[in-house]
């Protein structure tokens, strides 16, 4: 049974509706994702490391379009992690694991990885919207497409645009 | 560079001592560690799994002799990462990071990983008093004595029975 190792943010919790909301709070206007796309996130948040120590930041990020669905299925019939790279964060790491209780309830303790680099991870497909993370990841690699990869060159990565296009590839 | 993943309880968490405390609290009398030679520790600590969730629990142990200085000399010379099956005690999460902060500071949090399964860790050396982790791991294994699994047999593992042990193999 094949392994497969999927990110969290970004890719099942929508942390960028909340840093443009944040933003917006801040800075007096929503800004649209085609002035953000291929923006870092650090560029295009001028206080995103204050969003993410915020207590309970990561309690409240809505879920990505059809992943519950998806990841649900993919569950059946591979070896699902949820591979997090939460250690810069300590506050999150308890927020974290509630917010999959709650969303992803099929997802047990076992197939929780909350790391810091993903250098130590073993599995045959990793699903990840950084490139940091899939450049050293020795196996298959899907770059999970965001405003701040998008214009990223990426050839070794297979960009995915939906967890809908996943279940096409996977399922 | 060789990559080594170091267990945390047990290995560098003196966890058996804690249990000895809270036993001999509740029963009236402290088990001798020849008693509990060979005795799983679901066996030989009736309320283990009451003090595992006790909030606070894995902010307490006291630390293993001679793995802070062992382990402080073998961070210069390889990649060292600390991997805790942590998410079956979520409380636990924040409580090990700073456990980890204060006696092992040296360690960042690139370097540690809190997970269930262990099978996802991908890594050159595992060193753990657990079977069930050691057993999956494709790479060299040192099993870290400890009384629960001083009578296993493991012949593909290499008993360790102390830190300075694993310095005079691996410096």
């Known amino acids: 049974m094949r392994t497969i190792a999927v990110d969290m943010d970004g890719v099942l919790a929508d942390v960028l509706a909340l840093f443009l909301d944040l933003d917006a709070r801040d800075f007096g206007r ?10 870092p996130e650090l560029q295009a948040f001028a206080r995103i490391h204050e969003y993410l120590h915020t207590d309970g930041f990561f309690r409240n990020p809505s879920v990505i379009a059809d ?46 990885v909350f790391c810091g680099s993903k250098q130590i991870i073993r599995a045959d497909l990793m699903i990840d919207d950084h490139l940091k993370n899939l450049d050293f990841f020795p196996g298959e690699t899907y770059l999970f497409h965001a405003p701040h990869n ?17 279940a096409t590839l996977l399922l």
């Not at 929503?30 to 923006?39: D, P, Q």
């Not at 790279?85 to 790491?93: D, G, Q, V, W």
């Open 30 to 39: 929503r800004k649209t994702l085609e002035e953000i796309e291929g923006v």
């Open 67 to 112: 992943s519950q669905d998806v990841l649900y299925r993919l569950n059946q019939s591979y070896n699902v992690y949820i591979v997090s790279a939460a250690t810069e964060y300590p506050k999150s790491l308890t927020d974290k694991q509630a917010w999959l209780n709650e969303h992803f309830p099929f997802i047990t303790w076992q197939q929780i």
């Open 150 to 166: 998008a214009q990223l060159e990426a050839p070794r990565h297979r960009r995915v645009r939906s967890w809908r296009e996943i």
